[in-house]
Nanobody, 119 residues
Framework: QVQLTEFGGGLVQDGGSLTLSCVVS????????????LGWYRQYPGKQRERIAG???????TYDKSVKGRFTISRDNAKNTVFLQMNNLKPTDTAVYYC?????????WGQGTQVTVSS
């Protein structure tokens, strides 16, 4: 039993910044969390969920080209938390954002948090 709880969504102006966090809790230890590949996805209305950032256990990061240079993914293993720092936000970033963790037989997802960027 693993839960992912997201924080930090909201409304921001064009060009603004926002930080999302995702706390992984339940039947998972810090040592297990530390080797997990974690990610952030976003979903537009009527569209499929898409991966925008990932971070490996060793800290290696990957980004979709749509956010590269603007978003930064990071993790704090002592707090079982993954972050997404979003800078220079644009109206096209408006979506529901989800954090992700692998579960072996099934993936785990955060509840989703709305990010709205106004022009």
């Amino acid at each position: 039993q693993v839960q992912l709880t997201e924080f930090g969504g909201g409304l921001v102006q064009d060009g603004g910044s926002l930080t999302l966090s995702c706390v992984v809790s339940g039947s998972i230890s810090e040592s297990t969390f530390s080797i997990m590949t974690l990610g952030w996805y976003r979903q537009y209305p009527g569209k499929q969920r898409e991966r925008i950032a990932g971070i490996e256990g060793d800290g290696t990061t990957t980004y979709d080209k749509s956010v590269k240079g603007r978003f930064t993914i990071s993790r704090d293993n002592a707090k079982n938390t993954v972050f997404l720092q979003m800078n220079n936000l644009k109206p096209t970033d408006t979506a529901v954002y989800y954090c992700f963790a692998p579960g072996g037989m099934a993936d785990y997802w955060g509840q989703g948090t709305q990010v709205t960027v106004s022009s």
